[in-house]
């Protein structure tokens, strides 16, 4: 993306920049913004079937179904407001920096981040679960671990290609891998009996394994954030893309779901993840379990490549506003992509990758409910601090309204820090400690030019000057 040079005030924070030796960035459009979040968020119904698993079928339909609006539609219009009034790649970085400065922005960076990566760790995890269902070889051994590491290192590469790239191959991947379960859901039309959407299942439920997999499966719409710099016209495509994304994300999650627990009765601990192949299997044969297994396969492609972009960006966002060196944004000089950013992500979502899919998505959860404190935080902070900042899109609710909507999911955020299992505690306590840490270790690094720093992040205040209120302008002068 280009960025003309102007005069900037040294309150100034930088939006985006551009590695001047490389290619000028292709900007996102509306629809490939659409199929990312889509994939930031979900990738479809894979995933959803341990909900059914845990506390049976209606407890799990009534949770696609009603979750959406105690979560997902809050955070997309956060999401919606915060980008296009801060529409830089440091996304929810500058948001938590300007409302509450430096220490509280580099831990939201760090807290995002290290629950973007060990998410994205969990793809690779996700689509050889579905291929160990074809190849019996990939359930164990070095088989599985050649696997999931080939697959890394190949998505990884694509993602260095650029993210239009991605964007499209967004929309491809999103169309292919859910075509299976349309086809699924209207053969099974006929074999549904409603009352088994009424089961409550014939097991204790698993309240940790329940709550963490629909926050896991329809959280991360703000992580889209951090890629604002590269879309096009973002005060007007976000909240569209936004709205437009919430919807397609829902259905596609709960057609799928009714389809198979009304037309097929398990055990209910069948219901793993990759159940629905089997289940697929069951109702049309062979030939559409294997469809559905490939089209898990892309989905996990779109999923990780989305989900990796915006781990890269934010980083590259990072270095631009100051909050790390200046190399973590160095961009490619053929396609013009952060790929130290990219490359630093992939090596740690591949370490992470080897660990229990369960702790993988409960320690993403995690860390990333942290992290939703500090945005909920942040947003009414800066409705009451920055009344007159410009704001293309804004969430129609004064400051009461907007505290009720962000205190619901911050109830919901409160199970999942309560039924996380000790060794989630365990893993997302050091990685907190070590984000405090951090924070004094790159002061330190500024302080002792060790490394090259955009700017000093302590002294920093606006994202730019059209911006500023009145009034302070009228104070500065």
């Known amino acids: 993306m280009e960025t003309t040079e102007t005069s900037r005030s040294s309150h100034e924070l930088p939006v985006t920049t551009t590695d001047s030796s490389g ?16 994939f930031e968020v979900a990738g479809g119904p894979f995933g ?3 909900a059914v698993q845990a506390a049976g079928p ?5 949770g696609f179904l009603i979750f959406p609006f105690i979560w997902s539609v809050p955070e997309a219009l956060i999401t919606a407001e915060l980008s296009t009034a801060f529409p830089g790649n440091g996304g929810f970085v500058i948001w938590a920096h300007r409302a509450f400065g430096a220490f509280v922005g580099s831990m939201m960076g760090s807290l995002k981040y290290l629950s973007g990566v060990i998410n994205v760790a969990s793809f690779p995890v ?3 679960t579905y291929l160990e269902k074809l190849f019996p070889v990939l359930e164990t051994g070095w088989p599985r671990n050649v696997c999931i590491f080939a697959s890394t290192v190949v998505l990884s590469f694509l993602n260095y290609t650029g993210l239009a790239i991605v964007g499209y191959a967004a929309v491809v991947l999103g169309l292919v891998s859910l075509s299976p379960f349309l086809v699924m859901s209207a053969i099974a039309i006929p ?10 299942g014939d097991k204790q439920k698993d309240w940790n394994l329940y709550f963490n997999t629909l926050f896991w499966n329809l959280n991360f719409w703000d992580n889209v954030s951090t890629l604002a710099g590269e879309v096009d016209n973002p005060q007007k495509t976000f909240p569209l893309a936004l709205l437009v994304a919430v919807i397609f994300t829902c259905v596609a999650y709960l057609i799928p779901l009714l389809a198979v627990t009304g037309a097929v009765s398990v055990d209910q601990s069948r219901w793993e993840t990759g159940f629905h192949a089997e289940a697929a299997e069951m109702i049309a044969g062979t030939w559409l379990k294997i469809w559905i297994e490939i089209g898990a396969v892309l989905s996990s492609i779109g999923l990780f490549e989305a989900q990796l972009s915006s781990s890269a960006y934010q980083l590259e966002g990072m270095a631009e506003l100051g909050f790390l060196p200046k190399f973590f944004g160095v961009r490619s000089k053929w396609f013009n992509t952060p790929w130290v950013g990219i490359l630093l992500s992939a090596l740690m979502s591949l370490g992470l990758s080897y660990m229990d899919f369960t702790d993988i ?3 993403a959860n995690f860390l990333y409910t942290l992290g939703m404190y500090l945005e909920f935080a942040s947003f009414l902070w800066l409705r009451k601090k920055l009344p007159e900042l410009k704001r293309p899109y804004c969430v129609p609710l004064n400051i009461p309204g907007l505290v009720i909507m962000c205190l619901v999911p911050s109830a919901f955020l409160m199970l999942i820090i309560v039924f996380a299992t000790k060794i989630v505690y365990l893993i997302c306590g050091l990685m907190t400690v070590g984000s405090v840490g951090w924070y004094f270790l790159i002061n330190y690094f500024r302080e002792k030019k060790i490394f090259e720093f955009n700017q ?3 002294h920093l205040d606006y994202v730019n000057e059209e911006q500023r209120p009145k009034h302070e302008e009228d104070h500065d002068s």
């Open 23 to 38: 290619p000028a960035a292709k900007k996102l459009t509306l629809v490939p913004l659409i199929f990312l979040i889509y």
């Open 361 to 363: 998505i409960s320690s």
């Open 191 to 200: 074999k549904i009996q409603p009352h088994r959407w009424g089961s409550l």
């Open 456 to 458: 000093d992040v302590d």
């Open 58 to 62: 209606l407890l799990a339909i009534l």
């Open 126 to 128: 996700l689509c050889v």
């Open 48 to 50: 959803e079937e341990p």
